[in-house]
């Protein structure tokens, strides 16, 4: 299965230092162009150290940077019209319709357009939880990226939070 990657994601995973959570992907993610302008350009130019672990992502192929072409989609076409959506997350649906992949993105306008575009979706906390599931992360490890993740300011709810607690501790 392929995935694609919004900003979010990737800048709450580098910001817990937890990027190793998508290595357990069945495949590199991608990140559309927008995507990394947004993240690693941008935020390297203002001093971020999130943007560079991302960079160094990419440079050690953990990541893969694609071109969107929306020229001749339909649902590009859409979603660009969508008044909730940048640019990077019409990109991130665009591409992961084109390429029968997920979107990993955590903003409710992004993943309520990708449900009516029939486009699979899956959030931050997901990679956490598949990544302790599957054992590259040990429970208390998925619980401190969790944190970490809060603590730099990843807006989760507290029943939200409580459920990923909870299923965290379900793998023990």
């Given at each position: 299965?392929?995935?694609?990657?919004?900003?979010?994601?990737?800048?709450y995973l580098a910001k817990a230092e937890r990027l190793?959570?998508?290595?357990?992907?069945?495949?590199?993610p991608v990140v559309p162009e927008a995507v990394y302008r947004e993240v690693v350009t941008t935020g390297v130019?203002?001093?971020?150290d999130d943007a560079r672990r991302i960079e160094r992502a990419v440079e050690?192929?953990?990541?893969?940077?694609?071109?969107?072409?929306?020229?001749?989609?339909p649902v590009?076409?859409?979603?660009?019209?969508?008044?909730?959506?940048?640019?990077?997350?019409?990109a991130?649906?665009?591409?992961?319709?084109?390429?029968?992949?997920?979107g990993v993105m955590d903003e409710s306008a992004g993943r309520s357009a990708a449900e009516v575009e029939d486009i699979e979706t899956r959030g931050t906390a997901y990679?956490?939880?598949?990544?302790?599931?599957?054992?590259?992360?040990?429970?208390?490890g998925g619980?401190?990226?969790?944190?970490?993740?809060?603590d730099h300011g990843w807006d989760v709810a507290p029943d939200v939070y409580t459920k990923i607690v909870g299923k965290l501790e379900s793998f023990e």
């Open positions: 299965m392929s995935w694609v990657f919004d900003a979010t994601p990737l800048i190793d959570a998508i290595e357990t992907l069945d495949e590199p130019g203002r001093g971020y050690d192929g953990l990541v893969d940077v694609v071109a969107v072409d929306t020229d001749d989609s590009a076409t859409r979603l660009a019209r969508h008044p909730g959506l940048s640019d990077a997350d019409a991130v649906l665009a591409c992961a319709d084109a390429r029968d992949a997920v990679l956490v939880l598949a990544a302790v599931k599957d054992g590259a992360l040990s429970t208390a619980r401190d990226a969790i944190d970490a993740m809060i």
